[in-house]
């Protein structure tokens, strides 16, 4: 009884751990995106507002721009997912959520800097409800992918008991 209530309690140390690697990941991706933006010099930023003026210019509908955002999110879903199946998926996630979020912080910020404060709104309304979603359900599958990389290596593959 005592034994079983040890793992418990150890399983629970390691998963919070992996919370917190993944937190750091996390915040470290968007920082370094958010360092990138604003270190960008004066062609760069020209040559990024010339892009969003491309990008808001197009005809594409609403339809088709959700169904291009699902096939990108969900290739990217099934990439951490199957991360879970191979020796170093845990690496794999590491990466996958630190490089995902350098991208939001990127984005955010360089639309911050190419259209002031019409863009804080813009991302407050149409962008921050899309992009925590996102984002936590990233988050939430890596930390299960990494969570089933160490029930494989410890040689419970039949039971999730881990989770």
């Known amino acids: 009884m005592g034994m079983k209530y040890k793992r418990k309690e150890a399983r629970t140390i390691i998963g919070k751990f992996y919370v917190i690697i993944l937190l750091i990941c996390l915040v470290m991706g968007f920082m370094i995106g958010v360092f990138q933006a604003v270190s960008a010099d004066e062609a760069e930023n020209k040559a990024l507002i010339s892009s969003l003026d491309l990008l808001t210019n197009n005809d594409d509908t609403r339809a088709e721009t959700f169904v291009e955002g699902v096939i990108q999110n969900g290739g990217y879903m099934l990439l951490v997912w199957l991360t879970a199946f191979v020796p170093l998926g845990s690496l794999a996630a590491y990466v996958i959520l630190f490089i995902r979020s350098m991208g939001y912080g990127f984005t955010l910020a360089a639309l911050i800097r190419a259209f002031g404060w019409n863009a804080a709104l813009f991302i407050i309304t149409n962008l921050g409800v899309k992009c925590i979603i996102i984002i936590a359900a990233t988050f939430f599958l890596c930390l299960t992918s ?18």
């Open 146 to 163: 990494i969570k089933r990389v160490e029930v494989i290596k410890s040689g419970k593959d039949s039971q999730m008991t881990a989770y």
